[in-house]
């Protein structure tokens, strides 16, 4: 094994930290509109950049489509420079061009040891799951306990439940904004584990899961446990009918309870229908014109776009397939959807891609810390990164039940 110096060791360990907790650490301000997280990984790019002796890979895919979509925002925002703040097209175009600089330099298969990255992943998933499961006990209790550091400069506030503020009335959002995007951290990491077969690991992510009431984790924890049954070789058939009967004896058990929180109403084609995180906001389409239809409005623009032609005092939210088409129009939405389709190949083990996909459908992650991250997890646990991994690292995170697991 070669000798690592300790200022390589000191590095990674603030690398891997950084990665691990980027969802977190772009919740707040870094300098001017670059936001901590990324101020941070840039920081620490330039480093690897100079510890290297300028020597750096880069992914030419990812960069090739992020520049396509710049540059569709740019031409849009010229389209729509009388109407538009041109001050906010440019800060929106640099934005993109800093997602893209970070995402080619540390989205890749070979950069980031898998191995080192998962137990940066587990520490960090175990605090939150953990920091959940107290701030539900304490709600119960009469306590409301915040996961925002108030005293660091953000755009959010406690008392906005998009802001952590959720806590207030029982959903737990972690150190998160939202129990949606404490899921949106979990769900890859519950998936790795549990194909790990650390199933100690893998109960504290999906009580966690359960008690953040969070749609996208419970949706998500049930696809990738009833798959994961199904699958395992190593379950008896007899397990997995005993599974399934427990399963539906405890949704018979709690029905009432279900359809009493209205869960069964909010399935309801009628209510997906008029949801802006499903297809609610299909409608905004309405408002489109020929030239709006190809190339969209740009990115974070539908809100001031429906506010001027429709006088509409809307959100710049849709779920992020819809949002990629509202932003970028039918010319732009299509490319970008064809290079998200194309991610399933990266690993022959297809669930940290549904993972992907269900986050994709549920929440708006366009060019935001939470697709850096799930880009980050599909690029890391790829097949090539299993292939590529050094050989002193993969032996030290449990390489015996990693075997055949493909993740």
């Given at each position: 094994?070669?000798?690592?110096?300790?200022?390589?060791?000191?590095?990674?360990?603030?690398k891997y930290g950084t990665l691990a907790l980027l969802p977190i650490l772009n919740i707040?301000?870094?300098?001017?509109?670059?936001?901590?997280?990324?101020?941070?990984?840039?920081?620490?790019?330039?480093?690897?950049?100079?510890?290297?002796?300028?020597?750096?890979?880069?992914?030419?895919?990812?960069?090739?489509?992020?520049?396509?979509?710049?540059?569709?925002?740019?031409?849009?925002?010229?389209?729509?420079?009388?109407?538009?703040?041109?001050?906010?097209?440019?800060?929106?175009?640099?934005?993109?061009?800093?997602?893209?600089?970070?995402?080619?330099?540390?989205?890749?298969?070979?950069?980031?040891?898998?191995?080192?990255?998962?137990?940066?992943?587990?520490?960090?998933?175990?605090?939150?799951?953990?920091?959940?499961?107290?701030?539900?006990?304490?709600?119960?209790?009469?306590?409301?306990?915040?996961?925002?550091?108030?005293?660091?400069?953000?755009?959010?506030?406690?008392?906005?439940?998009?802001?952590?503020?959720?806590?207030?009335?029982?959903?737990?959002?972690?150190?998160?904004?939202?129990?949606?995007?404490?899921?949106?951290?979990?769900?890859?990491?519950?998936?790795?584990?549990?194909?790990?077969?650390?199933?100690?690991?893998?109960?504290?992510?999906?009580?966690?899961?359960?008690?953040?009431?969070?749609?996208?984790?419970?949706?998500?924890?049930?696809?990738?446990?009833?798959?994961?049954?199904?699958?395992?070789?190593?379950?008896?058939?007899?397990?997995?009918?005993?599974?399934?009967?427990?399963?539906?004896?405890?949704?018979?058990?709690?029905?009432?309870?279900?359809?009493?929180?209205?869960?069964?109403?909010?399935?309801?084609?009628?209510?997906?229908?008029?949801?802006?995180?499903?297809?609610?906001?299909?409608?905004?389409?309405?408002?489109?014109?020929?030239?709006?239809?190809?190339?969209?409005?740009?990115?974070?623009?539908?809100?001031?776009?429906?506010?001027?032609?429709?006088?509409?005092?809307?959100?710049?939210?849709?779920?992020?397939?819809?949002?990629?088409?509202?932003?970028?129009?039918?010319?732009?939405?299509?490319?970008?959807?064809?290079?998200?389709?194309?991610?399933?190949?990266?690993?022959?083990?297809?669930?940290?891609?549904?993972?992907?996909?269900?986050?994709?459908?549920?929440?708006?992650?366009?060019?935001?810390?939470?697709?850096?991250?799930?880009?980050?997890?599909l690029y890391v646990f790829s097949d090539k990164a299993e292939k590529a991994a050094p050989?002193?690292?993969?032996?030290?995170?449990?390489?015996?039940?990693?075997?055949?697991?493909?993740?």
């Amino acid at each position: 094994m070669k000798d690592i110096s300790r200022e390589h060791k000191v590095f990674d360990f603030f690398k891997y930290g950084t990665l691990a907790l980027l969802p977190i650490l772009n919740i707040y301000k870094g300098i001017s509109f670059v936001d901590l997280g990324f101020a941070v990984l840039l920081l620490l790019m330039i480093l690897e950049i100079i510890l290297n002796r300028g020597r750096f890979e880069i992914n030419a895919d990812m960069l090739v489509i992020f520049s396509i979509m710049i540059v569709l925002n740019i031409i849009t925002g010229f389209i729509h420079m009388r109407s538009f703040d041109v001050e906010l097209t440019m800060k929106n175009a640099l934005m993109m061009i800093l997602f893209m600089v970070v995402s080619i330099y540390y989205v890749r298969d070979n950069v980031v040891n898998k191995d080192r990255f998962y137990k940066f992943l587990c520490v960090i998933g175990v605090v939150c799951s953990l920091f959940t499961i107290i701030q539900y006990v304490l709600y119960l209790r009469g306590t409301v306990l915040y996961g925002i550091i108030t005293w660091l400069p953000s755009d959010y506030s406690v008392t906005d439940p998009a802001g952590g503020g959720s806590i207030s009335y029982g959903r737990p959002p972690s150190f998160f904004t939202e129990p949606a995007h404490f899921a949106i951290y979990i769900l890859p990491v519950y998936t790795l584990s549990l194909f790990k077969r650390k199933f100690g690991l893998s109960l504290l992510f999906l009580m966690a899961l359960i008690l953040s009431t969070s749609s996208t984790g419970m949706m998500g924890a049930i696809i990738v446990t009833g798959v994961f049954i199904i699958k395992s070789p190593k379950i008896p058939l007899i397990i997995k009918w005993i599974f399934v009967l427990i399963g539906i004896l405890l949704f018979i058990q709690f029905l009432p309870d279900i359809n009493e929180s209205g869960v069964f109403e909010k399935v309801q084609f009628v209510n997906l229908k008029s949801n802006i995180r499903v297809f609610g906001s299909l409608e905004y389409f309405k408002h489109y014109d020929a030239q709006e239809l190809l190339f969209g409005v740009g990115l974070n623009r539908l809100s001031e776009y429906l506010m001027l032609t429709a006088s509409r005092n809307v959100t710049n939210y849709a779920n992020a397939l819809i949002f990629s088409f509202l932003s970028f129009g039918i010319l732009g939405g299509s490319i970008w959807t064809y290079f998200i389709f194309t991610l399933h190949r990266l690993s022959r083990n297809k669930m940290l891609f549904v993972v992907f996909l269900i986050a994709y459908v549920t929440d708006q992650i366009l060019f935001n810390r939470n697709l850096f991250y799930l880009l980050l997890i599909l690029y890391v646990f790829s097949d090539k990164a299993e292939k590529a991994a050094p050989e002193e690292l993969s032996q030290s995170c449990g390489q015996d039940i990693d075997k055949g697991l493909n993740l």
